[in-house]
């Protein structure tokens, strides 16, 4: 997968999920909020650049998995990874990935501002 490929795959994906809003928060970064939360951040930084929220599980099991999947590139690294392209990522990867970071956000959310429920939401 090319940072390119990477780049589109995960703003689909991103921008599918119900209260999603693409945006920029500052020069050359680019974001995905849900309610106004960050679950997506993306940049060109020697090449693209994929930041995505995950369980500290989860950090610890993908950076050890995933060549190309490092700890948050600027972010709290317990809290997030970062995606550059590679040959060990795939689209169902990706995407469950980008799935995975908007409902951690979610389940933070106060109940009524939920756009969806992260306990039977399809994770696929």
């Known amino acids: 997968m090319t940072g390119e ?23 050359g970064w680019e974001d995905v909020r849900v309610c106004g939360k960050w679950f ?11 930041n995505l929220k995950a369980t500290p599980d989860d950090v ?10 490092t700890p948050g590139y600027h ?6 990874v970062s995606l550059r392209a590679g040959d060990d990522l795939d689209d169902a990867l990706v995407g469950r990935l980008v799935t995975e970071s908007y409902l951690l956000v979610v389940s933070k959310l106060p109940r009524r501002l ?8 399809p994770r696929g």
């Open 5 to 27: 490929e990477l780049y589109r795959l995960v703003l689909d994906r991103a921008l599918e999920l119900p209260g999603s809003v693409a945006g920029r928060f500052s020069d």
């Open 40 to 50: 997506v951040l993306t940049t060109n930084h020697d090449g693209r650049l994929v």
């Open 60 to 69: 610890l099991e993908l950076t050890h998995a995933y060549p190309s999947i």
């Open 75 to 80: 972010m709290n690294k317990r809290h997030w």
């Open 114 to 121: 939920r756009p969806v429920d992260p306990a039977s939401f």
